[in-house]
């Protein structure tokens, strides 16, 4: 199974108000672990960058100024994601993005019901507790010390890690074959001493003992057949 992890960072929180996508950042992984190949591109958003958004990732202006617009990269990065599912940290964003830059280019609209939010996932997994990216590292002990600013790629890179742990690890269907057989290996059956069975049979005390505990109650059903 294919899917792929993806990242934008934007110039702001709005492409309805003129805010577009800066950077992609693109994991492939198969049956949810990474394949190593990736998708990367800085663009060039024709437009300024707010210090606010700048504060965030770090791209500046300048930085973007020789990049390529998002009409130049928009077949390799289709051809890249082909018809995989896409695994994204708060889907609806980066998609509302991503489908307001193809919208500008003519192409067709990425349908909502191909991608996976990972919020969601983590939401419904620990109600209640942070699921943001730095959270979720945290919690599954995913290294993200390198993580200064965000950046597309190395979120996409953390969140491909992370997806792995939400999906259940490296054994999602507690297949635990090899220790079984372990298991099995060690278990002998031992020989038991034989024993005689234990005298159960009621005494002559006892007996005398319950007809008299008997012999107390008043009007017993069993004497009226």
């Known amino acids: 199974m294919r899917e792929i992890v993806l990242d934008t960072e934007t110039t702001g929180l709005d492409p309805l108000k003129g805010d577009r996508v800066v950077e992609i950042g693109c994991v492939e992984l198969e049956n949810h672990v990474s394949t190593g190949k990736f ?13 606010e958004a700048a504060m965030v990732h770090g791209l500046t202006d300048e930085f973007l100024a020789d990049k390529p617009v998002f009409a130049e990269k928009v077949d ?83 969140l491909a890690e992370v997806y792995l742990e939400l999906r259940g690890g490296r054994q999602p269907d507690l297949v635990m074959a090899t220790g079984a057989t372990a298991a099995e290996e060690e278990y002998k059956f031992s020989a038991r001493e034989h024993r005689a069975p234990r005298e159960h049979a009621a005494s002559a005390e006892e007996l005398a003992a319950h007809e008299a505990f008997l012999g107390q109650l008043k009007d017993p059903l069993w004497k009226r057949a």
């Open 76 to 158: 390799d990065f289709l051809n890249f994601i082909g018809e995989a599912l896409l695994v994204i940290h708060n889907a609806a964003f980066d998609m509302n993005f991503i489908n307001a830059e193809l919208t500008r280019c003519g192409y067709k609209r990425l349908s909502m019901e191909r991608s996976l939010d990972t919020v969601g996932m983590a939401r419904r997994m620990f109600p209640g507790a942070p699921a943001s990216l730095d959270a979720l590292c945290k919690r599954f002990g995913v290294d993200a010390s390198g993580r200064k600013m965000h950046g597309a790629l190395l979120d996409a890179q953390l």
């Open 39 to 51: 998708f990367h591109v800085y663009l060039n958003p024709e437009r300024d960058m707010p210090s």
